[in-house]
């Protein structure tokens, strides 16, 4: 399965700012999907990021707010935008298993505290 | 409207015995489930999985079995060991939805020596 290096894996940030959050995966994906989870809450997923055109983003998330670059097959970006406590939460990115049976493989998470 | 229910948040289990994590869902949709673990500070790692075809998968100490009338599935720990303390997510998907999978809210396993 794939390996995923994730960073930063945590950081606090004044209210207001942005902050990028890197996954860099170790062969080609074609799909690569970026997660939030909540303190005591599900993993829920954000956005669909596929190189080549704009990331696919689920109901609840815009793009303004959280912005995703996908610029070659084995890296992504997504960016925390005016970042509000709200938004105090793990951020994980996973891609797609070559065959079901096998899962996604996330990253690392990265832990994010907005003060 | 959450598709796939973890109703314990918590379980402790005797090193050796049996654990039995619990999983709900209500989309007939679904065609494919997967179990996780996630350790604090770490992403959430695969563990096994099963296809709505089947009833039972077995991997090693962890089965996981799918009652699809009922929409239930659960996963079995046998013998229990102080590394399977963790959080267990399960997780559902369907071809449909570009394979895009919907996690439960996790259940925490403790072991006890």
């Known amino acids: 399965s794939a390996v995923i290096s994730q960073k930063p894996s945590r950081d606090i940030c004044q209210r207001g700012t942005s902050l990028t959050i890197q996954c860099q995966v170790d062969?080609?994906?074609?799909?690569m999907f970026w997660y939030r989870q909540q303190p005591g809450q599900s993993l829920t997923l954000i956005a669909t990021?596929?190189?080549?055109?704009?990331?696919?983003?689920e109901s609840g998330f815009v793009i303004d707010k959280f912005p995703i670059s996908r610029p070659n097959l084995t890296f992504s970006t997504l960016t925390v935008s005016n970042m509000s406590p709200e938004d105090s939460s793990i951020y994980l990115c996973?891609?797609?298993?070559?065959?079901?049976?096998?899962?996604?493989?996330f990253g690392s998470g990265t832990r994010l505290t907005v003060v | 409207d959450q598709q796939v229910k973890q109703n314990s948040p918590s379980l402790s289990v005797q090193e050796g015995r049996i654990s039995i994590l619990n999983c709900d869902y209500t989309?007939?949709?679904?065609?494919?489930f997967l179990w996780y673990k996630k350790y604090p500070a770490e992403g959430p790692t695969f563990l096994i999985s099963i296809s709505s075809i089947k009833d039972k998968n077995e991997d090693g100490r962890f089965t996981v079995f799918l009652n699809k009338s009922a929409k239930h599935l659960s996963l079995h720990i046998v013998p229990s060991q102080p590394g399977d303390s963790a959080v267990y997510f399960c997780?559902?998907?369907?071809?449909?939805?570009?394979?895009?999978?919907?996690f439960g809210k996790g259940t925490r396993l403790h072991i006890l020596p």
């Open positions: 062969s080609q994906v074609t799909m």
């Open positions: 989309n007939s949709m679904f065609d494919y």
């Open positions: 997780a559902a998907s369907y071809v449909n939805r570009d394979d895009k999978i919907i």
């Open positions: 996973s891609v797609e298993p070559v065959d079901r049976v096998y899962g996604y493989t």
């Open positions: 990021a596929n190189q080549g055109s704009e990331a696919t983003y």
